[in-house]
């Protein structure tokens, strides 16, 4: 039986120092039926040069000049020029591990469409990596291992931008790369939660994703946290908001403040809690701030969590387990 097509979509702007790697990492895939649709957005610097080197040695390779500017308009112009059975995206500074491709494709011909294949990724770097992408890896993989990555949607991107794949009838459903939406794989992960589609656990490392001081997401103004307080908020109130429940904000801190900025702005009603004594009873923004006992008397209430200290978010999930309360029903972490 013919095995299906996996189109590789692949934005680059200037990456001629890891574009090398990446590509030498999809030829020596176990999995050879593939094309890859990389697509230059404006580099300045010689990995395009890179790229046609590669293109000319494996008719697999297509080389395209970005048809708009910056990352989204490049995604739509490689899955425009893609036609395979199957869909994924990949960074160019990173290296797919050898059996990436088989393995998800694999995952998707056993579950069908309305799933999303999935992987373990792990972070690289010359000078190591921080604290905070180590936890990130292990709080992601750890999803990944259980196939329960919507369950924590809101604290962070829980679908890896560079590490899935999905039959291409059900990224059309989800649209695609329509939306003019930063962080672009965020509001992805969010639509295929919205649409439905489950994600394949998975216990492999598929991906190694590079960390270096001028990737795009450390320097661009698109993935600063205003950018994924933004999304959240947009898909709660869409997906999971019950308007006629009391909603509740819990934290005062920046997160917090700005979480209140567009309710307001939305005219959208909320009671503000926090545990701070130097805060509770007083007024910011206009809005009065209560303890957060005051969940206890709001009835069927609905609440958001800014609060990011590990300690208090477990303290914070213990008072509303005595509440008989549920995570991604009832609340909602939101760091």
């Not at 088989?102 to 294949?117: C, D, F, R, T, Y």
């Not at 998975?202 to 307080?229: G, I, P, V």
Request: glycine letters at 6%; hydrophobic letters at 35%.
């Amino acid at each position: 039986m013919q095995q299906p097509l996996v189109s590789i979509l692949i934005p680059f702007k200037d990456t001629e120092s890891f574009i090398n790697q990446c590509l030498t990492s999809i030829v020596s895939q176990s999995y050879e039926n593939w094309q890859v649709l990389a697509v230059n957005d404006g580099s300045t610097d010689g990995s395009r040069n890179l790229v046609h080197a590669f293109a000319k040695n494996d008719s697999r390779i297509q080389l395209i000049d970005n048809e708009g500017n910056g990352i989204i308009e490049a995604l739509r112009t490689a899955y425009k020029h893609s036609n395979g059975q199957f869909i994924t995206r990949m960074d160019s500074d990173d290296i797919m591990t050898p059996e990436k491709l088989e393995i998800m494709v694999k995952s998707l011909l056993e579950h069908g469409k309305g799933h999303l294949a999935i992987g373990q990724v792990r972070y690289f770097s010359h000078r190591g990596i921080s604290n905070g992408y180590e936890r990130y890896e292990k709080w992601l993989n750890a999803l990944t291992q259980t196939g329960d990555n919507y369950t924590e949607i809101y604290k962070e991107c829980v679908i890896p931008s560079p590490c899935w794949m999905v039959h291409r009838e059900d990224l059309d459903l989800c649209g695609a790369f329509t939306p003019n939406l930063y962080p672009e794989d965020y509001d992805l992960a969010f639509r295929f939660y919205e649409n439905g589609l489950k994600c394949i656990a998975c216990f492999k490392l598929l991906h190694m994703w590079r960390d270096y001081d001028t990737r795009t997401s450390r320097t661009s103004e698109h993935y600063a946290q205003n950018y994924f307080l933004d999304i959240k908020l947009r898909y709660f109130l869409k997906l999971d908001y019950i308007p006629n429940r009391p909603l509740a904000v819990w934290g005062a801190g920046a997160k917090g403040k700005e979480i209140i900025k567009s309710l307001q702005e939305q005219n959208i009603d909320f009671y503000w809690v926090c545990d701070n004594p130097k805060k509770i009873g007083k007024h910011i923004y206009g809005e009065e701030m209560f303890h957060f006992s005051k969940l206890k008397s709001l009835s069927n209430a609905q609440s958001i969590i800014t609060v990011a200290n590990a300690d208090a978010q477990v303290h914070i999930e213990k008072f509303f387990s005595k509440l008989n309360k549920k995570p991604m029903e009832d609340y909602f972490f939101f760091c």
